[in-house]
Each structure stands twice: as structure tokens, then as C-alpha cells.
């Protein structure tokens, strides 16, 4: 495929960085097993990446593909795995890393374009659904099997049929990448017949999951999506990156192409209508100096890209019920708020309302004392009005309530009572 023109990024490397490099022809960044140092550059790669089977203390001096005249014109990119993992079928060899015969070096841990053939409009039949439930049709049109990551790969891989799937040989050089699946690779292996296969799982763009039309993304944002699947080497076009939002503010990988590098920080699930927040770091970019550049100053993004165009008369009538229920809220707070002048209002009718229970309370008073006065034999009774005069302390508490008021009075009567037997 054509490839677009851009700056090369060359690593530089911090005045103060003591750091060991790490550059092995398989690209994982990784100190794990034996390592070996370039006695010219300086430089670590595996021991069983670049020399496998050999004794480390018989190897004597070493120097990398680059340096060495002899393996800079063949360097060794087809790293078979040591030891071979559990889940290898018989007959399989997996791998670290792989050159295809168009010199495009895969490695476990990449993310690519995968083709995909388009849809047949003239077939009846495209639109119909799978019967089985992990069957799922991809942009393409084409159905695709999601296998479970433990179990399954080599069966799939030995029933894949070739015609299915489009390949770089036959595909033009001017096919537009927004017609192809994004797909990362997590095992590389072949057959015993030689064929390669790639097992991974895939990401979705914006217009294809499930969400409300309103929701804004990233310009490139992509979802991960628990479909794995078995393809052959050939459907992958070119590489691509895919980096969390904190590594893409921050920098890209030295091999990087501004047009092919994608933001992701969701998950999806196998439906693609529920969205989780990734993990930090789980993108498996190196950030060291040797393998990416670092910006001067970290840049903004922000999510404005809408897949969906919403109609303006939607828009607005949207938004005008929302003014309409805003204003009607507060509304009703303004008029649950009493006003200055109401507040007058209720104060004079509280007053007044507490002077006629007083006086009503005196004229019941005034009943039960001629009643009680009635009632006794007494031919000269004693005046005890007296009692009922307000004290001092009764003249400087203007503030006590009506209740308390008539709890004085009763207390008066029973007085009365007490007195009069």
C-alpha cells in the first residue's frame, strides 16, 4: 500500500538518562530473560530472539544487525517462541514476530487494518442473521466466528476458507482505510502446511456501537470489543496505532503516522451498547526515549466529533423544553418564597389572631369564676383580683407565645379553686 510522506522522529536521548536500551527485532520492549548487549552500539536485545539454542558464555563477541555487515542485509525477523506455549496445536510453530513476504514485519502486540470484503446489496440473503448467537457480522458484510482467546484458534484457523476473505495482493492501492476493521494481534503462528494465521481481538468506531445521538467523541476514537477471531496473514493491509488518551497527549511512537494513530478509553461489550473505562496502561506502548517521542508540551483533545448529524428542529425543540422546565422551576421557587410584603401580612395577622384568643380566654376565665363564686355558701366572699394583675417580668416578656399565656391562666384558676375551698 502507498504510504503517506511524514517526518521521520529520531530518539533522542536525556542528558542525565543512564537508562539501557532495549531494541530487539521482535519490538517488545521488555527486560526478560537473557539479554544480550551489542559490543559497537551498546544496545540489549533477547538472547533467544537474535541467538537462540547457544550458550551465552560460548558466544564471545556480539554485535547486532545493524552493526554487524553480514545480518544487516538479511536481519532475522520469523522469532519463534521459546518454549512453545501450552495452547500450540500439533504441527504449529508460534511466534514472537513475522515478516510476510511483502516485507511487512507483524509482532504480537500490534495493532493493524484488516480488509474486509463490502456488502452485496443485490443479496437477499446479506441481511439475514446468523442463527448462531457467536456469529457477528462485521462492517464488511462478511460473517465472522468470535472464538473463545483459550481454546478454538487452531480448529478455526484449519476451517477458515481463502475466498472469504480479501487480501493485500487484491486489494488496489487507493482503498480507503475507513472501510477496513481495526484488529490487535495476540498470536502469531503457522501451520504445518506454512500458512500464517493472526488471533486478536477488534475495535469498533463510533458509528458502529449503540448511543444517543447527542454524545460527542474523539475525532479517531475507537472501542475495544470482546470479539476474537482467526485470520489469515493476508487480510492485514498496513499497522496502525492505538494509544489511551494520557499516551496520546503525551507523545507517539517513534514509527508513527499522525493519519493512522487512534484514541481509545472504552470498552464495549459484544452487543456495543455498554461502554467501561479501560484500565491505564493497558495499551502496551513503550514510552521510553528510545522508543517514542515525547512533545514539548502536552496537547488537548477534546471530544466534538458526532457520528450521527441531529436534525436543527430537533435540536431546538429539545432545547426549548429544557428553558420551558428550567423556567417553571424556578418559577415555583419564586413562588414558594414569600415576598417582603407577604411577610408584612402574615406577621399583622398573627398578631391579631393571638389578641382575640387572649380575649377569649379572659371571658371563659370570667364564666368559671362567677360559676365558682355561685357555687359557694360563702355570704362575703374574698377578693382575690388581685392575682390576676401582670407582673413586672410579665410587662418585659413581650415575646412569649399564646400557649404559654394559657398555661398561665390555668394555673391562676386551679389558684382560684384552691383558695375559694
Known amino acids: 500500500p502507498e504510504i503517506s510522506s511524514y517526518a521521520t522522529r529520531k530518539p533522542e536521548k536525556p542528558v542525565d538518562s543512564?537508562?539501557?536500551?532495549?531494541?530487539?527485532?521482535?519490538?517488545?520492549?521488555?527486560?526478560?530473560?537473557?539479554?544480550?548487549?551489542?559490543?559497537?552500539?551498546g544496545i540489549w536485545q533477547h538472547l533467544d530472539c537474535v541467538r537462540p539454542h547457544v550458550?551465552?558464555?560460548?558466544?564471545?563477541?556480539y554485535t547486532c544487525d545493524k552493526c554487524s555487515p553480514t545480518e544487516k542485509l538479511c536481519p532475522k525477523t520469523d522469532i519463534p517462541l521459546l518454549p512453545q506455549p501450552e495452547y500450540a496445536s500439533q504441527g504449529e510453530t508460534h511466534f514472537a514476530s513475522l515478516m510476510r513476504e511483502d516485507k511487512l514485519h507483524l509482532y504480537v502486540g500490534m495493532t493493524v487494518y484488516v480488509l474486509r470484503a463490502f456488502k452485496d446489496k443485490n443479496n437477499a440473503n446479506a441481511s439475514a442473521k446468523p442463527k448462531d448467537e457467536n456469529i457477528f457480522t462485521g462492517p464488511g458484510g462478511v460473517p465472522h466466528k468470535s472464538i473463545s482467546p483459550i481454546k478454538g484458534p487452531s480448529?478455526?484457523?484449519?476451517?477458515?476458507?481463502?475466498?472469504?476473505?480479501?487480501?493485500?495482493k487484491t486489494i488496489g492501492a487507493s482503498a480507503s482505510t475507513a472501510d477496513m476493521d481495526i484488529f490487535r494481534v495476540e498470536r502469531l503462528w503457522?501451520?504445518?502446511?506454512?500458512?500464517?494465521?493472526a488471533f486478536g481481538y477488534h475495535f469498533l468506531r463510533p458509528h458502529e456501537t449503540f448511543?444517543?445521538?447527542?454524545?460527542k467523541f474523539f475525532d479517531n476514537e475507537v472501542f475495544r470489543v470482546p470479539l476474537y477471531e482467526v485470520l489469515p496473514l493476508d487480510t492485514i493491509w498496513r499497522e496502525c496505532w492505538v494509544l489511551d488518551p494520557i499516551t496520546f497527549t503525551k507523545g507517539r511512537p517513534l514509527l508513527a503516522q499522525e493519519e493512522h494513530v487512534y484514541i481509545c478509553e472504552y470498552r464495549v461489550d459484544k452487543t456495543a451498547r455498554l461502554f467501561h473505562r479501560l484500565a491505564k496502561g493497558k495499551d502496551g506502548i513503550c514510552t521510553k526515549w528510545y522508543a517514542f517521542h515525547t512533545f514539548d508540551v502536552k496537547i488537548k483533545c477534546n471530544r466534538t466529533f458526532t457520528p450521527h448529524e441531529v436534525p436543527q428542529d430537533w435540536v431546538k425543540a429539545t432545547s426549548n423544553k429544557q428553558n420551558k422546565s428550567k423556567s417553571a422551576k424556578v418559577k415555583?421557587?419564586?413562588s414558594a418564597q414569600p415576598?417582603?410584603?407577604?411577610?408584612?401580612h402574615h406577621?399583622?395577622?398573627?398578631?391579631?389572631?393571638?389578641?382575640?384568643?387572649?380575649?377569649?380566654k379572659k371571658g371563659a376565665l370570667a364564666k368559671v369564676l362567677k360559676t365558682l363564686l355561685s357555687q359557694q355558701n360563702d355570704s362575703s366572699p374574698m377578693d382575690m383580683s388581685h392575682l390576676l394583675a401582670k407582673t413586672h417580668k410579665q410587662e418585659d416578656s413581650n415575646t412569649k407565645s399564646a400557649s404559654n399565656s394559657a398555661f398561665f391562666f390555668v394555673h391562676q384558676i386551679d389558684f382560684i379553686i384552691i383558695i375559694l375551698h
Not at 503457522?190 to 494465521?197: H, I, Q, T, V, Y
Open 55 to 61: 550458550d551465552p558464555e560460548t558466544l564471545g563477541v
Open 339 to 344: 415576598q417582603p410584603q407577604q411577610i408584612q
Open 190 to 197: 503457522k501451520n504445518e502446511s506454512g500458512a500464517m494465521f
Open 347 to 360: 406577621s399583622r395577622r398573627d398578631n391579631s389572631s393571638s389578641a382575640i384568643c387572649k380575649a377569649r
Open 211 to 215: 448511543h444517543e445521538p447527542s454524545r
Open 18 to 41: 543512564d537508562e539501557d536500551v532495549i531494541i530487539c527485532p521482535c519490538r517488545q520492549y521488555k527486560d526478560e530473560g537473557m539479554m544480550i548487549q551489542c559490543e559497537k552500539c
Open 332 to 334: 415555583k421557587l419564586d
Open 155 to 168: 480448529k478455526e484457523a484449519a476451517s477458515l476458507a481463502p475466498s472469504n476473505y480479501p487480501t493485500y
